[in-house]
């Protein structure tokens, strides 16, 4: 019986579009993220800032 060589090539570079794509997803959600939370969060602090069905003093 002679010898058969097992040695399966693997590629290695597979995959980069998937993590790419990945990552310009993540990086849009966070940015989305950020800009609504600047344009509608109000400090509690802030004077204009008041509970739903509260009084304005």
């Not at 989305?32 to 802030?46: E, Q």
């Amino acid at each position: 019986m002679a010898h058969q060589d097992r040695h399966i090539k693997v590629n290695k570079n597979q995959g980069w579009g998937a993590a790419l794509l990945t990552i310009l997803v993540v990086a849009a959600l966070v940015t989305m993220a950020a800009y609504i939370h600047k344009t509608t969060y109000k400090s509690p602090n802030d004077l204009t800032f008041h509970a739903k069905g509260g009084q304005v003093d």
